[in-house]
């Protein structure tokens, strides 16, 4: 069984920083690459960044660019979100998602951790 613990959420003023984190635990698991997804109250869940590891390729929303950086090390299986001037429509829950069949499918999935910005 493969686990995607998040940490690093947290209530934050608009215009600040918060860090997500995201590590996987289990047996022993390969990804094609790993990223984030967000959900807010009342809508769908949406895509936010990710890092495919073969060409080192990252991946932005465009709701994003320029103020979130996703950064990830393969060989441990981990992945983060730097996120900066952070606006209260950044509010959500924020989940850590992992691609192992190397198909463009998130397949695994952690629990989510709320980040809330305030005005």
């Known amino acids: 069984q493969v686990q995607l613990v998040e940490s690093g959420g947290g209530l934050v003023q608009a215009g600040g920083s918060l860090r997500l984190s995201c590590a996987a635990s289990?047996?022993?698991?390969?990804?094609?690459?790993m990223g984030w997804f967000r959900q807010a109250p009342g809508k769908e869940r949406e895509f936010v960044a990710a890092?495919?590891?073969?060409?080192?390729?990252?991946y932005y929303a465009n709701s994003v660019k320029g103020r979130f950086t996703v950064s990830g090390d393969n060989a441990k299986n981990t992945v983060s979100l730097q996120m900066n001037s952070l606006q209260p429509e950044d509010t959500a829950v924020y989940y850590c998602a992992a691609d192992s069949t190397g198909l463009g499918r998130w397949n695994y999935w952690g629990q989510g951790t709320q980040v809330t910005v305030s005005s």
């Open positions: 289990g047996r022993t698991f390969s990804s094609a690459a």
């Open positions: 890092k495919r590891w073969s060409g080192d390729g990252t």
